[in-house]
């Protein structure tokens, strides 16, 4: 079974034991369950939401918390001695996905 989910404003599909980066998740404890899904496909039946599908979920264990690579922004202006460097990392969450209930 397979599911394509909303969170940070941002949509993932996933299955059963798939493990994902999203963005950061303030959770409590090591579990996490997001309801708003989308889409659910098992085998030869598609359920679409409108725009949520009704009762599905999706449960996620929570693997660790981090931040991505360095990230370099520089800005440069020709002529005028303008040079700014800064670095960016971005926070995500890795979850594992546990299950998947329609």
């Known amino acids: 079974?397979?599911?394509?989910?909303?969170?940070?404003?941002?949509?993932?599909?996933?299955?059963e034991g798939d493990e994902i980066y999203v963005e950061k998740l303030n959770i409590e404890g090591d579990s996490v369950t997001f309801d708003s899904v989308l889409m659910l496909i098992d085998g030869e039946n598609v359920t679409v939401g409108t725009p949520n599908v009704a009762g599905a979920t999706v449960e996620?264990?929570?693997?660790?918390?981090?931040?991505?690579?360095?990230?370099?922004?520089?800005?440069?202006?020709?002529?005028?001695?303008?040079?700014?460097?800064q670095g960016h990392r971005q926070p995500y969450t890795k979850l594992q996905i546990t299950k998947i209930s329609a």
Not at 67 to 83: D, E, L, M, P
């Open 1 to 15: 079974m397979k599911a394509i989910f909303v969170t940070g404003g941002k949509q993932y599909k996933v299955s």
């Open 60 to 85: 996620a264990k929570l693997v660790k918390n981090g931040k991505q690579k360095k990230v370099i922004v520089f800005k440069f202006k020709a002529k005028k001695n303008y040079r700014r460097r």
